[in-house]
Every structure is written in structure tokens, then in C-alpha cells.
């Protein structure tokens, strides 16, 4: 009886020491682990200039350990993309590091683990052109980046920010009113792609919201947060000026390097370009057709510093 009444008040203090270490504390985290597609890869980057883990390296003086790899789906079992994919390639890569040893610097109370991944297996190449494998489902996809959190936490992970999708529906490749591009020359009905986009990033949101909260709530000692690039980014685009400082006019809708083809041209061709170049970059929230801006990647970077270093709850959600 006194044995159980002790197990129970243990029980519930560690359950409200639980609840007051949601995240991690300023200055805990020492190396920033990335994973993801263009938007975070730090070589062929996305943006054709310096990526987000980058300028999120150097603002919170953290060592980065880059792995997000240019055209990658979350899993090649799903769409077939020949690029590095999250499962097959990216997590294997990072665990051929802890083998062998020379990741041995990284402690799940020192490291965060960051994932943004998604556009390329529900865009053009995935689900919104019937190209993922038979009867993959959203609901698939997001399961499929829940893995990285389960897998990394078997390896001993235990800090983990999930980057959620941006507006996608407001890129030029994916918005209501488009030209054919680098990433799309073949006719399609653009208000049909338009409005899919649309419902895929939002119902693709709110499941992996869900998906974490319950993660979170179920693995032992988890800290799992969402940063909403969604929320962000549809901040920037409502209130561009708070964040775009360039020497141009602010501008959501037009691109740094924009390059219209002809209808159903091949993509090795050049197209017709019109390049920003100079200190007018920075006045551009999209590079292309469907990457950020360098300028979006720094307010990104410093953004989400900010909700590791909990300096800003305004972007950066931590469910445990
Ligand atoms: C460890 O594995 C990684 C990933 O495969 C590789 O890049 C690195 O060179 C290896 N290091 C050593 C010391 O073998
Ligand atoms: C897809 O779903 C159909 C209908 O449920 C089923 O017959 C088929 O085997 C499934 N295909 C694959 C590859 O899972
Ligand atoms: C394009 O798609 C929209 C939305 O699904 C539809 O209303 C429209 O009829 C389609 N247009 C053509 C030409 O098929
Ligand atoms: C815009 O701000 C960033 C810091 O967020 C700075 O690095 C950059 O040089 C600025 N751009 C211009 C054109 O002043
Ligand atoms: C945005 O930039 C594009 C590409 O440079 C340009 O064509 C367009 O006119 C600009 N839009 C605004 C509102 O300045
Ligand atoms: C583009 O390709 C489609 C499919 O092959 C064809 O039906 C269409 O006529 C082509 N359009 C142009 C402008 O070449
Ligand atoms: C390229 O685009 C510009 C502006 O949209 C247009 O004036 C020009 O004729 C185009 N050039 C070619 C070769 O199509
Ligand atoms: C958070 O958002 C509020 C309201 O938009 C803004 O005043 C504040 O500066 C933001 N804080 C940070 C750290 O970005």
C-alpha cells in the first residue's frame, strides 16, 4: 500500500518534470543534424547561395552535420526518384557515421535533429502526377517521415524539430497561374494542380502535426517539436516588408531566376530567363519556380534558431 502510494507520487512528479523539459533549454544544443530535399541540401542547394542549415549553423553556433540531399523523397519504395532519398540513402549515410565513429562528438542531450522533406513525393514527380507506387496515399507519405523519427530515436536520438511544408501552392510551378518551367513543361490543367497542391499541404500539415503529438506523447523521454514553415512563409508573403530587405521592390510572386519554355520543351534546353542579380535578391521571397529565396533561407535559419534557443515560441511548437 505505502509502495504503491510512493510508485504513484513518483509518478506524477516525474510527469511534471516531464512537462516543464518540453524542448530543450538555451544553449543544450551543440551540433544541428539535418535531413531533407533541396530546400536543406547545403551543396546543390535549392536557392543557387548559401542554404538555411548554413546560416542556422553560424547563428547558433552549432556544428552542422548535413545529410538533406537535392531532389530527395522521404522513400524510393514510394516515389521512385532516382535522387537520395531520407530512408535508403540519407539515414543510412548518418548511421555508416555512427559505426564507424567519426559521429562519436554527437549526444542525444547536445543534438538536434531537423527534417524537411515532402515536396518533391506529393509535387510533380510524385503524387499530383500519379508517379508514387500503386495506392501510396498521403497519409503514406507523412508515416513515412514519422520513420525518421522512430528510426533515429532507436539509434539513440532524443531532440527532434520536424520542418512542416510551406505554402507550395504559392510557388509559381504549383500557383493559379503559371508558365511552363524548368520543373514542368508538359501541358496540364495549372487550377487542377492549383487547388491539389492546396489540399495536400494542408491535410499533409495537420496529419503530421498529429502524427507527432502522438509520437511525443508515446516514446520515452522524446522532445519533439514542429517548426511551421507554413506559417512562416505565409507571413512573409502577407507581410513581405517585415522581412525582405532588398533594394527592389518586395516581391512574393516573381522568382530571382525565372525561365519560361515552350510548351512541352526539353528541359536541357536554357528557356527564356529573366535573372535578378545584385543587392535586388534579397527584395525575393522564391529563387525559382519552387525553392525559397537565400533571403527566405536566413529569416528560415534564424527563425528557427530562435525556437531551439527558445528565444520565440512564434513559428516553433514543442509537444515534449
Ligand atoms: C564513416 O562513414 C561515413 C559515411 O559512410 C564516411 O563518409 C566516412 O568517411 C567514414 N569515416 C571513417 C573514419 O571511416
Ligand atoms: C492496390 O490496391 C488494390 C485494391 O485494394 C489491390 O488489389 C492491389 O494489390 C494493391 N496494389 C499494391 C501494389 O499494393
Ligand atoms: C481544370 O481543372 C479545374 C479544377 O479541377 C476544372 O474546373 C476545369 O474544368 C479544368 N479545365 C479543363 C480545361 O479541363
Ligand atoms: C538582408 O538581411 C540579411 C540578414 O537577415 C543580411 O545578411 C543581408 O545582407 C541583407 N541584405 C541586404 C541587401 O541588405
Ligand atoms: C516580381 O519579379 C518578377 C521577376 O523579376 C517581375 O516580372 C514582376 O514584375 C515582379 N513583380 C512585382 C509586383 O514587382
Ligand atoms: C504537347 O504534348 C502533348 C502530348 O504529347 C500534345 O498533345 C500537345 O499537342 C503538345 N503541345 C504543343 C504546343 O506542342
Ligand atoms: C523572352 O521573354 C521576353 C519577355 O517576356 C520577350 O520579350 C522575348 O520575346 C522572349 N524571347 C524569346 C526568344 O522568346
Ligand atoms: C513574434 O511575433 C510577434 C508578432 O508578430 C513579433 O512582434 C515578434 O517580434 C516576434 N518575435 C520573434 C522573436 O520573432
Known amino acids: 500500500m505505502l509502495f504503491q502510494r510512493l510508485l504513484s507520487a513518483f509518478a506524477s512528479s516525474s510527469a511534471v518534470a516531464h512537462a516543464i523539459t518540453k524542448g530543450p533549454t538555451p544553449s543544450q544544443i551543440k551540433n544541428l543534424v539535418t535531413f531533407g530535399d533541396s530546400f536543406s541540401d547545403v551543396v546543390q542547394t535549392g536557392d543557387h547561395a548559401t542554404a538555411w542549415p548554413v546560416y542556422a549553423a553560424d547563428y547558433g553556433h552549432y556544428h552542422l552535420f548535413p545529410y538533406a540531399k537535392y531532389g530527395a523523397p522521404c ?5 521512385q526518384i532516382p535522387y ?76 527532434f524539430l520536424f520542418q512542416n511544408l510551406p505554402p507550395l501552392e504559392h510557388t509559381i510551378n504549383y500557383g493559379a497561374v503559371s508558365y511552363p518551367n524548368l520543373y514542368w513543361t508538359a501541358q496540364r490543367n495549372q487550377t487542377d494542380w492549383h487547388l491539389t497542391m492546396t489540399q495536400y499541404v494542408a491535410a499533409g500539415n495537420e496529419l503530421s502535426s498529429l502524427m507527432l503529438k502522438n509520437l511525443a506523447s508515446t516514446l ?68 525559382d519556380e519552387v525553392h525559397p529565396s537565400e533571403q527566405t533561407d536566413r529569416i528560415i535559419a534564424r527563425e528557427l534558431v530562435a525556437g531551439i534557443e527558445r528565444r520565440s515560441d512564434n513559428w516553433t511548437t514543442w509537444f515534449s
Request: charged fraction near 15%; glycine fraction near 8%; hydrophobic fraction near 35%.
Open 220 to 287: 520515452p523521454d522524446i522532445h519533439i517539436g514542429l517548426f511551421d514553415s507554413y506559417k512562416l512563409i505565409s507571413d512573409m508573403l502577407a507581410h513581405p516588408q517585415d522581412y525582405l530587405n532588398g533594394t527592389a521592390p518586395v516581391n512574393t510572386t516573381g522568382a530571382i531566376h525565372s525561365c519560361v519554355y515552350e510548351l512541352n520543351e526539353s528541359t536541357s534546353d536554357t528557356g527564356n530567363c529573366t535573372i535578378v542579380t545584385g543587392s535586388d535578391v534579397d527584395s525575393y521571397l522564391w529563387y
Open 84 to 159: 537520395p532519398s531520407l530512408l535508403e540513402s540519407q539515414i543510412p549515410s548518418y548511421e555508416d557515421g555512427i559505426a564507424n565513429g567519426s559521429l562519436s562528438m554527437l549526444h542525444p542531450d547536445d543534438t538536434m535533429y531537423t527534417l524537411w522533406i515532402g515536396a518533391n513525393d506529393i509535387g510533380g514527380w510524385g503524387l499530383l502526377t500519379g508517379e508514387a507506387a500503386q495506392n501510396v496515399t498521403l497519409v503514406d507519405i507523412v508515416q513515412c517521415t514519422m520513420e525518421w523519427v522512430e528510426v533515429l530515436y532507436k539509434s539513440g536520438a532524443r531532440y
Open 75 to 79: 522513400s524510393t519504395k514510394q516515389i
